[in-house]
Each structure stands twice: as structure tokens, then as C-alpha cells.
């Protein structure tokens, strides 16, 4: 298998999925499939991605190649997440922001275009 997509996993219509990526990674304390992960349309996650659970994430975002998304986050439309950067648990990312290569973004911040 290419990638692994974990129970109560949404993805929107067109939604590219590249290799070793894992969408609906349980965080510590949950099982497989107990937290609704929401992926809308036209979505572009390219390789070495993880997404953990808890995540609605909106329509049109992208990732680069080895991004990490911890749990519980609020991504809005039209969000670029670069190269090698990790978003950390209970992020607000509101519509259109790009967040460039190699960024960490702590748990609890909230990010405006």
C-alpha cells in the first residue's frame, strides 16, 4: 500500500494522496477511526505527510513533502503548508495562508491571511 487513509476519514472529491502518506493518525489516547478527520476537495498531500485525527481541514490545501499535522486543528481554504513543516494540536489556520518550508507552528496559535 502506498499511503494509509485510518477510519472516519473524509477526503474531498479530487483529492491527490502521495506516497507513504498517513491521513487519520490516532494521537495518543485514541484509537483508530475515534476522531473525524475532514479533508475537503481538491486537496494536494504529497509524500511523507502525516495528518493525525481531529483535523478539518477545508478546500484546495497542500502540503509539501514530509509535513506533520497533529491533532484537532481548524484549516480553512485555500492553505499551503510547505516542506518539512510541523503544526502542532488545536492550530487555527485561517483561509489563504501559506506557510513556507521548515516552519513549526506551536499548539494553540492562530494564523490570519
Do not use: W
Amino acid at each position: 500500500m502506498e499511503y494509509i487513509i485510518h477510519p472516519h476519514v473524509e477526503l474531498g472529491e479530487g483529492a491527490e494522496i502521495g506516497s507513504f502518506v498517513i491521513i487519520g493518525e490516532p494521537p495518543r489516547g485514541s484509537g483508530p477511526g475515534d476522531l473525524t478527520t475532514l479533508i475537503g476537495p481538491g486537496a494536494v498531500i504529497r509524500s511523507h505527510t502525516v495528518i493525525y485525527a481531529g483535523n478539518r481541514i477545508g478546500k484546495h490545501f497542500q502540503t509539501g513533502h514530509f509535513v506533520m499535522i497533529r491533532e484537532e486543528n481548524d484549516i480553512g481554504d485555500d492553505v499551503s503548508v510547505g516542506t518539512g513543516t510541523v503544526v502542532e494540536h488545536h492550530v487555527r489556520i485561517c483561509d489563504g495562508v501559506r506557510i513556507h518550508s521548515n516552519a513549526f507552528i506551536p499548539e494553540f496559535c492562530v494564523l490570519r491571511g
